[in-house]
């Protein structure tokens, strides 16, 4: 045999002739806390731009502010720092008056910048450290300049009557506002990364309650709204009234600047008063079944405020929270194809929808210096609500059950929204992907029989290429242009009788 020729093995370790499989190197496994510049820029991002737009912002504001009102910029600095912290929902105390009950459009702005800008940075297959990092990234831009603003306002309470908030109260609200847009954030893009996190399984009537739950939310404040703008023109002759303390064009469109920042105050309060609950505003109070008079203040915004005292009509109001009730039921009742946990997803929707108002009840609520507390009664919208949405939602799921045809469960579209796939820097060139890894732990085997060939390499090959087989334990010489190619082949299981090749 020519010592040109060689021996190759084809066998259950190799792809094809000459070439065996080795798994891919892999190096030591990377630190929890390295990160690659991309990953490292793509997380300063999130920390810093929805910060420094914000900011930019309230800096512009309270100058226009300032200058249109020709107050002395001395105090620009603690004016900016005292509107950061307000936008936040942290109370405010100048002089002896505090001011609690703080506008809710400043705040949904933020943490939806906040949660957009979480969103387009989840990358596409997120470990848990990925996500820790993302969430704390979120946190440090605002975390620090709300040091900042402590700062400040600490320095000048010598100077301006505004006392520093304190530290607890100051960065809780942060961390709690800015935790819930992390979250968002995070669940839009990777629910299901989120939800392999949770150390239990959760039942399927569970997410379509949750799902259900958010339709009824929004239901039920477009029901309010509709009903706050309903009556503010049935009493838009207080309108003069409102703006009787104005003195010029300025003071009238600060007022209605304030007006629309707590507009959504206004319609949280008016979901809880169609609940059954009752506006408190100091000593007086406003209801479906009675209202009693107090101080309230003069502001556009606060004329949808029914006046004393109560009409026997106004309890078919009710009907609305039972309607949407009864309608989130058909729902559920319609798409669940379990029916045995068909009454806990309509209870896990009542309960996640009074949940849900109660937080936004909360931050639409405060002190509001010499008024007192205003906001809903906490406890009577947890009880009422509930109480018609679980109902509503009994009467809709048994209806939907006895006279409506199934449908398909919505859930399945859910997980296709069109914002979910924004064309936005949603997935960039930063986000690194290791398309190794997937192949390190199951390595590709091979079960072809093995095949042992025999040749001899030809260096100069004619074009007219001729080609000799030579039996097996043929001891003839090939000539050095003939190829003498054997071919052996293992021996087929008994149960397959194949034919050879």
């Known amino acids: 045999m020519s010592s040109r020729n060689s021996l190759v093995r084809r066998t259950s370790g190799s792809r094809g002739a000459g ?5 891919p190197p892999s ?3 990377q630190a929890w806390w390295s990160l690659s510049p991309e990953r490292a820029r793509t997380l300063l991002l999130v ?9 930019a912002a309230t800096v512009l504001l309270v100058l226009v502010v300032m200058l249109t009102t020709g107050t002395d ?3 620009a600095p603690a004016a900016v720092a005292a509107t950061w912290l307000a936008a936040h929902q942290i109370p405010l105390t100048v002089g002896r008056t505090t001011l609690g009950l703080l506008p809710l459009v400043p705040t949904a702005v933020l943490v939806w910048l906040a949660a957009r800008e979480c969103a387009r940075a989840v990358p596409k297959r997120p470990t848990p450290v990925e996500l820790g990092w993302l969430a704390g990234a979120v946190l440090a831009g605002p975390m620090l300049m709300t040091a900042v603003c402590l700062a400040v306002t600490g320095d000048a309470a010598g100077v301006t009557p505004l006392e520093s908030p304190g530290p607890v109260s100051a960065f809780g609200w942060v961390l709690v506002l800015y935790l819930g847009a992390a979250a968002a954030g995070i669940a839009s893009r990777a629910w299901g990364s989120l939800y392999a996190l949770l150390p239990i399984e959760i039942p399927e009537w569970a997410v379509l309650g949750a799902r259900a739950a958010r339709r009824t939310v929004l239901r039920m404040l477009g029901c309010a709204a509709l009903a706050t703008v309903i009556s503010f023109f049935t009493h838009l002759s207080r309108l003069d009234d409102a703006f009787r ?9 600060g007022m209605v600047l304030v007006s629309l920042l707590y507009l959504p105050n ?14 408190l505003f100091g000593a007086g109070s406003v209801g479906l079944f009675g209202v009693t008079g107090g101080h309230m203040p003069v502001l556009p915004a606060l004329i949808p405020v029914p006046e004393g005292p109560a009409s026997v009509w106004w309890s078919v109001l009710l009907l609305v929270p039972l309607g949407v009730g009864v309608l989130a039921g058909i729902e559920l009742g319609r798409t669940s194809d379990d029916r045995p946990g068909a009454p806990w997803a309509t209870l896990t929707c009542a309960a996640l929808s009074t949940l849900t108002f109660l937080v936004l009840a909360i931050l639409g609520s405060g002190q509001l210096g010499a008024v007192g507390w205003v906001g809903v009664d906490l406890l009577m919208l947890v009880v009422l609500m509930i109480t018609w949405l679980a109902f509503g939602g009994f009467v809709g799921m048994v209806f939907a059950h006895r006279f409506l045809a199934p449908t398909e469960s919505p859930a399945d579209y859910d997980e296709y929204e069109t914002d979910e796939y924004a064309d936005d820097d949603d997935y960039d060139d930063d986000d690194e992907y290791d ?9 590709v085997e091979y079960h072809d029989p093995a095949v042992e060939v025999d040749g001899e390499l030809v260096e100069d090959i004619d074009d007219d290429l001729e080609v000799s087989i030579a039996a097996p334990g043929s001891e003839a010489e090939p000539a050095d242009d003939i190829v003498d190619v054997e071919v052996v082949e293992s021996d087929l299981p008994d149960q397959d009788k194949t034919p050879g090749r």
């Not at 070439?19 to 798994?23: N, R």
């Not at 920390?47 to 900011?55: E, S």
């Open 19 to 23: 070439e065996a499989v080795s798994p």
């Open 27 to 29: 190096g030591p496994e």
């Open 47 to 55: 920390a810093a731009r929805p910060t420094i737009c914000a900011l």
């Open 73 to 75: 910029l001395n105090n």
């Open 245 to 253: 303390q104005a003195h010029n064009v300025t003071d009238v469109l």
């Open 266 to 279: 206004v319609v949280i309060g008016a979901a809880g008063i169609l609940c059954g609950a009752t506006v």
């Open 435 to 443: 398309d190794t890894d997937e192949y390190d732990d199951d390595p």
